[in-house]
T-cell receptor
Framework: AQSVTQLDSHVSVSEGTPVLLRCNYS??????LFWYVQHPNKGLQLLLKYTSAATLVKGINGFEAEFKKSETSFHLTKPSAHMSDAAEYFC??????????????FGQGTTLQVKP | KAGVTQTPRYLIKTRGQQVTLSCSPISGHRSVSWYQQTPGQGLQFLFEYFSETQRNKGNFPGRFSGRQFSNSRSEMNVSTLELGDSALYLCASSSADASTDTQYFGPGTRLTVL
């Protein structure tokens, strides 16, 4: 069975400081991993995606994530937070194969607050 | 390319009624997945359609159903609405293998059941 755990429900940073959103996953097979962002009253936007190529994945808006198989982690980072980064972030896992098609498994989300 | 569109954006219904939500995928995408988002349960997978066939289904009661048309547009239907069905319903489209390909989400339909 697959699952994903976001270790912090709420993260608060000051503008211009680094962002770290933590995610651990559980999967019996090589997973695909994603980070999505949701701004208030909006749909989900893909930030980045890992599918067993490079372990360091670069995404949009300066975000990146590192896949660490030994730690079963896929933490999201950004060197310098911007006010517009304030949103809810979801770590997501999926797996190929029949019985899994179309099914993304979402973490509970981390709310990122950015203080001026 | 136009993104995923969902209609209507907001709906208010009363208990016992039924509702139909619509989703138009990105042009060329043949897979459509549906998700329910609530504060308590988070985002949960409802079902996925590909070429007019349901390929996968989540753990929701039979009151939740869907279908997909030949142009890949999809609808989901909820019958005998309950208060707990109040949620944001999101659909997502992808090109083929929706489990590993990127899913692109629409803005959602906010359903309120009174």
């Amino acid at each position: 069975a697959q699952s994903v755990t976001q270790l912090d429900s709420h993260v608060s940073v000051s503008e211009g400081t680094p962002v770290l959103l933590r995610c651990n996953y559980s999967s019996s097979y090589s997973p695909s991993l994603f980070w999505y962002v949701q701004h208030p009253n909006k749909g989900l936007q893909l930030l980045l995606k890992y599918t067993s190529a490079a372990t360091l994945v670069k995404g949009i808006n300066g975000f990146e994530a590192e896949f660490k198989k030994s730690e079963t982690s896929f933490h999201l980072t950004k060197p310098s937070a911007h006010m517009s980064d304030a949103a809810e972030y979801f770590c997501v896992v999926s797996r190929a194969g029949s019985g899994n098609t179309g099914k993304l498994i979402f973490g509970q989300g981390t709310t990122l607050q950015v203080k001026p | 390319k136009a993104g995923v569109t969902q209609t209507p954006r907001y709906l208010i219904k009363t208990r016992g009624q039924q509702v139909t939500l619509s989703c138009s995928p990105i042009s060329g995408h043949r897979s459509v997945s549906w998700y329910q988002q609530t504060p308590g349960q988070g985002l949960q997978f409802l079902f996925e359609y590909f070429s007019e066939t349901q390929r996968n289904k989540g753990n929701f009661p039979g009151r939740f159903s869907g279908r997909q048309f030949s142009n890949s547009r999809s609808e989901m239907n909820v019958s005998t609405l309950e208060l707990g069905d109040s949620a944001l319903y999101l659909c997502a489209s992808s090109s083929a293998d929706a489990s590993t390909d990127t899913q692109y989400f629409g803005p959602g339909t906010r359903l309120t059941v009174l």
